[in-house]
Every structure is written in structure tokens, then in C-alpha cells.
């Protein structure tokens, strides 16, 4: 789903407010935030994997592929049989021995069909296909530097393997034929592949691990009508007989197989330029004007990292696609990234530009991290997606502002202690199972929360300085975490082993238990803490560098740095007065579980604090049931707009409508009106219509238009139809609803064509229900025969096969028809309803919405 992160997280926001609790212990690394529970990752939707697993039972040691072969070059000349979903390729590979001379090549081809093999030449008449490599036997032994040119002549067809549950990645097909003989309406034919992390070996023959690399070139053919795109510059396109055309691609600079990629089919394409080099941006077709905004700040992302990282971008383009039924989320594939459509939107749908930041700048810095750096083996892939989720954080906080940045740090440690609690390992596992269990939150989420650590434990300066001089030593090659230290080791000088040994090497994460207490007396300060992450099986003592912030009672306050390094201890402070606060880790750095019990009385000096991080000021919010007069009034004017909108869920639920329509004169920013215009509906429908008449005049965002003339309607009908009267060309599924269901309150404004033209007939599944909702309502006060003629259409597939995803679409015709069904005074009309909603759950071929719908209607249905 692509909405803009502020509102997501004023979304979240407003079911953590409404589980408040009354529990008296903060814990300060976990703010409880209702609804976080997946994290979104680079290729991947990441759901925790809630399995236990046996620390006694331990899958064998995983080292890392041994390189017998250096793979210098890859060149590739391939066309596609649709109808049979197959390859044909020429693949010529130019090879070296590493170091030990050699009597055999093994190459990674999966299910290929081997037509001839040349060696240098020379025919190869013997050799094994063992229908996973090819093995060959070379006429004399090659040694080091003496080079070998392999020619493979073959075709694949491409299939997946079983995989895990739960893997991020859902097929290891590697190339995948979209609606091939184009038959599905709505779904264009393509072709794209996805090689991580061993799958591109199903298309193309290679040497397919992470730690070896090569440069490349792609010849395609395909129909004149096709697009093509592939890694590196289109150096020729060239006509064929037939309607036909072979586009060449070419990459001059080494990378590992699993990065290479192609795709085929029809897009817009939108370019941009950085420094000179083309940044692409290719998209479904229609969707040409709103590219920029889709993949918003990429030439300005590019240009901070280089600079950030003191290391230019090295690579010659650097293009994004969309494609169809992506089996992932995104793909860092050099210099080509692919998206799943899930990122595309219209311009105008969105609160604010930059909705999809996140995913663009984890991919992109996957090309310092992952590409010009790759992990040596999938037990270090952290070093290559630690580093791209940090990517996010970096961004945020440059772009934004920092608060952005502890936000998204929040989702990061939500997803990490929801997989830690039940399935915890090392950082750098070497002893995973599958290659799809270590795309986990531990590889991404943790590793990017350790890079934080890491940066404040050397400060900015060092931090990238130490990842430019890694990235100095490493580019082109592969590299393992002990590297990175060395490089943090050499700029700064310091000896890190014990904070790369405790994060990378050991499993889970500190538990402190903290109480604090003032002796009078003696004029002290003593704060005790225990570490008991050992009850969780993880390492009995970590040490931390740890900051506690002091609140006294003149309002200052005072910064101790400690380090914890045994199981207890207990720092003792001189004060002359008992503080006001005491908070560990205030700027919320610490990968750690706190739990500290604090007084009442300590809950507003936080929660007003704006010294404290984001996170402790939620927390300390969660525990307070009321707000105090004082402290209401000063949160309604807070800078953060996260506590501005915990203000406004917090009023909503108490039905204070004067302070909310107060609150949407003095509060400037669009999202804080749209949040409460959303909040103030349901509770004062003419104050709605107030702050909804005020944002028609100042947006053309979507969200917002729909949600502001849904509030006039509720109140004002004719106003809402003259209001709706400027967006009747745009093209917005909400839109077209909210028109849809203003008509209906209405009456006669529009005819039954209006909702049975192909524009009805594709309205996205998210605005179905409320589209035939408002069908039925219109028809409730119609002939017969339009009654009849409209539910005709309802029970057809008119509304369902328009789509390429049609497999929920009835069930939101049923959930929409029930509306009316239920208010519904005509009998004769309510009978013709259930007999259509019968008929149609007749149709449904999906168990579980059966059941739903069969658990919910009960005797309603037949």
C-alpha cells in the first residue's frame, strides 16, 4: 500500500493511542506501536518467522563458495519462444583459473537443454549435465592466467523449486513470463527476471555466487513493439526481418551474477540526469506523468550519498522499473532496479512527494553496498542489507528532519524484537539453513540498528570516513564483516573486537532492568542496573556505552555517560535536589529492551520533553491516561508533529470537537488538518464541513479531496455536488467513488450508464465495495427495470474479469450490496438484493471468503 510515511505513521499512531496502558514500567527500545509488524525491505515484504529454532540442532557450518575459476566476462545472445515461456541463449564466458590449475569447468545451469558446447574453439563432445551444472572436461590442464573461452548453446524453461514457507522471495524461477500469450485484460505481457540469490543460473549460464564477478553484455531480441532494459548502457538497437529488433547492453564494470538482469514489455519512460549519466524511471503505461513522482529524489539521493559517502557513485546509468507480479519487493540489480507495481500511484494520490523514499534509497545504496561491495557469502548479507536499511535512516534524517528518521527506527526495532522473541541468531550467520532464512530481521532490520550504534560509538566524522576507506579497499570485490571492522580499526585506531564480537557474532540483544532513587541524606543519585538478557538465552553481558539524562529541578539538564560492562551495577550521582527525570539512553541510540520503572509524576517532563528521541516521549505518552490542561495545550502547539497528532487521536477520543476544530485554525501543515478532518467527522459533521471546505481550496492531493467532500456530503449535498462538479475528469479511482456515492445521496444527477462504464468496470479493489454500495443505494429509488438491469450486471463478471487481479473482487460486489441490503426499506427491492448476493456467493470459488462471508450472513445465505 502507497500512502506518504507521515500518514502511516498517523495511522499507527491512532491505534497505539487507543490501547494506552496503565503500566508504570517504560520500556524505552519498544514503544508498543499497534500495527507495526512487518517491515518493509528491500526485496522482500519481511513477516517475522515466528518459528523456534533449537540452538542444539544447528544446520552444518555454511562457508563460503570456493572460487576455483575467476569469471572475467559474460556476454549473452538471447531471444524468447513466448507461447513455450523459453529462453534461447549463446552464452560465451571468458574465464581464468584462481590460482591452482585446473582439468575442469563447472558451471550453474539449472534445467537447461545443451545444444553444444565450445571450448576455445574446439567442440566439446563429452561432457555432463547433471541437470543443476555442466561439468567439462578440458583437453589439458589450464593454469593461473592463462584464459579459457567457453560457448554454450542451449534453451531453458525456467521453473521453481519448492521453497520454504515464509521465504521473502516466493519463486526461484529466476525469468518469468508475464501473461505470455496475452490473454488477461489490464496485464501487460512482459518478460523479467530475478536473480538473487542463486537464481539467475535458471536463464543463463554462470558461476552463480555472491563472491564472484565479471562484466557483461546482453544482446535481446524481441518484437519491434518491445522495450528492453538490462544492466549497464544500450549501446546498439538494431532492425530484424520480421518486425523484429536486438537491442545490445553492456556493463564495463564487474559485478556478481545475481545482479544481472533483463526485462521485456512496454512502459513509459521518464528520464532524468545526475552529473550527466541518465537516471530512468520506466512505469506502467499511463502512469509517464506521475514517474518523477513515484521515484522522487533519486538524482538528489544519488548526489548525497556520493557525497556522504565520499565515494561517487560509480556506475554508468541508473535505471528503476516497475514490472507485473513481482515475486519480491524490490531488486538492487546494477544499475536496473526492479520494483513490484505495489510502488506505483498517480502524483495526485498521494498527502506529499517522497512516499516511496524509503524503498528508492535502500536500493540505491545497495549500489555502494551490495553491488561495487558484495557479501562474501548469504551468511554476511547483512553487509549488504544492514547497510541499505541504514540507507533509509541516513536519508530521512538528511531530507526531513531527524524525528522521520527515529520513526522509521521505530518500525525497524518493532520488526527486529517481533522475529528476536521467538527466533534469534547471529548477525553474521554461518549456520543458517535455507538461503531465504537469511533474508530476515535480523540481516536487514538489526544490521541496520547496529550501524547506528557503531556510528555513534565513533562519531559521524569516523563512521564515514571508515566506510569510505571500505569501500576504497573493497570495491569490485567480495567482503566479509571482519573487513569492515578492520576498516573502522585503521581510521580510528581503536580496537573494536568486542563491539563487532558482541553485535555480529553473538545472537540477541541487552535486557536492562533500571530503577532509580534520590537519597535525601546523602544528597545522592543512584541508578541500578541489571542486565538479564541471559533468561533469553543471549549473551550474559554486552558493553555499552550508555548515556542517562538527568532532569533537574531548575529545568536543566544534565548528560552522564557510563559504560555498562557486568551484569549489575548501580552509578550514583551527587544532586543537591531530587530530580525531576531520569532517562536512559535519551537520544535513543541502544539496540536494547529497557525497562525501567518511573513515578507518575516523571510522565509529562518526558512526554514535553523535546531533548528526549521520539520514542521516549510515545512511551512515556502511552502511559498517561489523562492529559493534564498544561500539558494538552503545549502538545497542541509542539513542534513534533508525531505528538501533535497523538494530541489529535486524544481529543478525538475524548469527543473534545472545540479543540479539534480549534486545533485545525492554529495547525498550518495539510496531513495535521487532513488527520483531523478524519478524527472531527464522525463527531461534529459541520465542523467537518468547515475544515473540508478550506482543504478543497488548498490541494489537489487525492486522500485529502476525497475525504473532504465525503465530509460535505454527509451535511451539505447540493454543496458536494457542485464541489464534485471540478473533478469530473479526474482520474482517480477514489474519485470516481466519492463522485459515485454523492450521485447516489442525490438521485437523479446521472443515469445507470454512469456506473456500468469500463471505467466502473476497473475501479481498483480498494474502492469496490464503496462504488457498488453506492450503485445499489442509486437504484433503491429507481424502476423496476433499472433495478433489474443493474443487478443483472452486478451478477455478471462485468465488475470481476476487467482485471488482472479479479480473486477478491466478488467478495467486495457481496460486502458493497450488503450495505444497502441492510438500511434497505423496499421489500421488494431488499428481496432482489439477497437474491443477487446469493447468487454471487454461489459463484465464489475462494473457501476462506466463503467461509467470511458464511460466518458473517449466516442463514442470510442459501
Not at 538471447?78 to 584462481?98: C, H, M, R
Not at 506502467?284 to 538528489?300: K, M, Q, V
Not at 548528560?559 to 535536589?577: C, E, G, H, P
Amino acid at each position: 500500500m502507497t500512502i506518504h510515511f507521515k500518514i502511516f505513521i498517523l495511522a499507527v499512531i491512532a491505534a497505539f493511542s487507543v490501547s494506552c496502558s496503565s503500566s508504570k514500567k517504560a520500556v524505552a527500545s519498544d514503544s508498543d506501536l499497534d500495527g507495526m509488524q512487518h517491515v518493509t525491505l528491500d526485496t522482500m515484504m519481511v513477516h517475522p518467522d515466528l518459528s523456534t529454532t533449537s540452538t542444539e540442532d544447528l544446520p552444518p557450518y555454511k562457508a563460503a563458495e570456493e572460487r576455483t575459476w575467476d569469471l572475467l566476462h559474460t556476454s549473452l545472445d538471447l531471444s524468447f519462444d513466448w507461447a513455450k515461456e523459453t529462453v534461447k541463449g549463446k552464452a560465451t564466458l571468458s574465464l581464468t583459473p584462481i590460482f591452482y590449475s585446473q582439468n575442469n569447468l563447472h558451471i550453474d545451469a539449472i534445467n537447461f537443454k545443451v545444444n553444444s558446447i565450445h571450448v576455445d574453439g574446439q567442440p566439446v563432445k563429452t561432457f555432463q549435465n547433471t541437470g543443476n551444472e555442466l561439468i567439462i572436461p578440458l583437453s589439458s590442464a589450464y593454469k593461473k592466467g592463462q584464459k579459457l573461452t567457453v560457448i554454450i548453446d542451449y534453451s531453458a524453461h525456467p521453473s521453481a523449486s519448492a521453497l520454504n514457507p515464509g521465504d521473502a522471495i516466493t519463486s526461484d524461477k529466476g525469468l518469468f513470463f508475464i501473461d505470455p500469450q496475452d490473454t488477461i485484460p489490464g496485464l501487460p505481457m512482459q518478460i523479467w527476471s530475478q536473480g538473487e540469490t542463486t537464481n539467475n543460473s535458471r536463464w543463463y549460464p554462470t558461476l552463480d555466487q555472491p563472491n564472484e564477478r565479471g562484466t557483461q553484455d546482453i544482446s535481446l531480441t524481441v518484437a519491434d513493439s518491445m522495450m528492453t532494459l538490462s544492466n549497464g548502457l544500450l549501446v546498439s538497437s538494431t532492425p530484424l526481418p520480421g518486425g523484429m529488433r536486438r537491442d545490445l547492453w553492456k556493463l564495463d564494470l564487474p559485478h556478481a551474477p545475481y545482479l544481472a538482469m533483463i526485462a521485456v514489455g512496454q512502459w513509459d519512460k521518464v528520464t532524468d540526469y545526475w552529473r550527466g549519466r541518465p537516471v530512468d524511471y520506466y512505469v506502467d503505461l499511463g502512469y509517464g506523468p506521475s514517474a518523477r513522482a513515484i521515484f522522487a529524489n533519486t538524482p538528489e539521493m544519488i548526489e548525497f550519498f556520493s557525497t556522504r559517502l565520499g565515494y561517487e557513485f560509480v556506475w554508468p546509468k541508473y535505471s528503476q522499473i516497475i514490472v507485473k507480479d513481482f515475486v519480491s519487493g524490490a531488486m538492487e540489480n546494477t544499475t536496473a532496479v526492479v520494483f513490484g507495481d505495489f510502488i506505483q500511484f498517480h502524483k495526485d494520490e498521494i498527502i506529499e512527494d517522497g512516499a516511496n523514499d524509503y524503498i528508492v534509497a535502500h536500493e540505491l545504496f545497495h549500489h555502494w553496498f551490495g553491488d561495487l561491495v558484495t557479501c562474501e557469502s548469504w551468511a554476511n548479507l547483512t553487509l549488504n542489507e544492514g547497510f541499505a536499511n541504514y540507507a533509509e535512516y541516513l536519508w530521512q534524517e538528511y531530507k526531513y528532519d531527524r524525528e522521520r528518521a527515529d520513526i522509521s527506527r521505530i518500525n525497524e526495532l518493532s520488526g527486529y524484537f517481533d522475529q528476536a522473541a521467538y527466533a534469534s541468531h547471529p548477525l553474521i550467520h554461518y549456520h543458517y539453513g535455507d538461503d531465504g532464512e537469511m533474508f530476515d530481521a535480523h540481516s536487514y532490520n538489526k544490521g541496520g540498528l547496529v550501524l547506528h550504534m557503531l556510528r555513534d560509538l565513533v562519531g559521524d566524522e569516523a563512521f564515514f570516513a571508515s566506510l569510505q576507506a571500505y569501500l576504497k579497499e573493497h570495491a569490485f570485490k567480495s567482503a566479509e564483516v571482519d573487513d569492515l571492522r578492520q576498516s573502522f580499526e585503521e581510521i580510528t585506531g581503536r580496537d573494536l573486537h568486542w563491539f563487532f564480537d558482541q553485535w555480529y557474532f553473538s545472537e540477541g540483544h541487552p535486557v536492562l532492568d533500571v530503577s532509580h532513587a534520590y537519597d535525601a541524606g546523602q544528597h545522592k543519585l543512584n541508578i541500578a542496573i541489571a542486565q538479564t538478557q541471559e533468561e533469553q538465552g543471549f549473551r550474559e553481558v554486552f558493553t555499552l556505552p550508555l548515556e542517562i539524562a538527568i532532569f533537574h529541578q531548575d529545568s536543566s539538564i544534565d548528560i552522564q555517560r557510563v559504560q555498562l560492562d557486568k551484569k549489575s551495577q548501580t552509578f550514583s550521582f551527587d544532586l543537591n535536589a531530587a530530580p525531576l527525570a531520569v532517562v536512559i539512553d535519551p537520544r535513543d541510540i541502544m539496540l536494547a529492551v529497557v525497562n525501567h520503572d518511573i513515578p507518575s509524576t516523571e510522565y509529562p517532563i518526558r512526554v514535553l520533553s523535546s531533548n528526549l528521541s521520539i520514542n521516549h516521549r510515545l512511551s512515556a505518552y502511552r502511559l498517561m491516561e489523562e492529559l493534564e490542561p498544561t500539558v494538552l495545550s503545549k502538545l497542541m502547539s509542539d513542534t513534533s508533529y508525531t505528538m501533535r497528532a497523538m494530541v489529535i487521536s486524544y481529543l478525538a477520543d475524548k469527543e473534545e470537537v472545540e479543540k479539534l476544530y480549534e486545533l485545525s485554525l492554529r495547525d498550518n501543515d495539510p496531513e495535521m488538518q487532513f488527520y483531523i478532518l478524519e478524527s472531527l467527522a464522525p463527531l461534529d459533521k459541520w465542523k467537518a464541513k468547515e475544515i473540508a471546505l478550506h482543504l478543497l481550496d488548498s490541494t489537489d492531493r487525492v486522500p485529502i479531496i476525497y475525504s473532504s467532500l465525503k465530509a460535505i456530503a454527509a451535511v451539505d449535498i447540493d454543496e458536494a455536488i457542485h464541489r464534485i462538479a471540478h473533478y469530473q475528469d479526474n482520474p482517480s479511482p477514489a474519485i470516481y467513488a466519492a463522485q459515485a456515492s454523492i450521485y447516489a445521496q442525490k438521485g437523479n444527477v446521472v443515469t445507470l450508464d454512469y456506473f456500468t462504464t469500463e471505467k466502473a468496470s476497473k475501479i481498483s479493489e480498494d474502492y469496490l465495495e464503496e462504488f457498488i454500495g453506492a450503485m445499489a443505494l442509486y437504484m433503491s429509488g429507481q424502476p423496476v427495470a433499472v433495478q433489474d438491469e443493474g443487478l443483472k450486471i452486478i451478477d455478471s463478471d462485468f465488475y470481476i474479469r476487467s482485471v488482472p487481479d479479479w480473486q477478491y473482487r466478488r467478495f467486495y460486489l457481496i460486502t458493497g450490496l450488503l450495505k444497502q441490503y441492510a438500511a434497505e426499506e423496499d421489500n421488494t427491492y431488499q428481496a432482489k438484493l439477497l437474491k443477487t448476493i446469493n447468487s454471487l456467493y454461489r459463484k465464489e470459488t475462494n473457501e476462506y471468503l466463503k467461509g467470511v462471508l458464511k460466518d458473517g450472513l449466516g442463514d442470510l445465505l442459501d
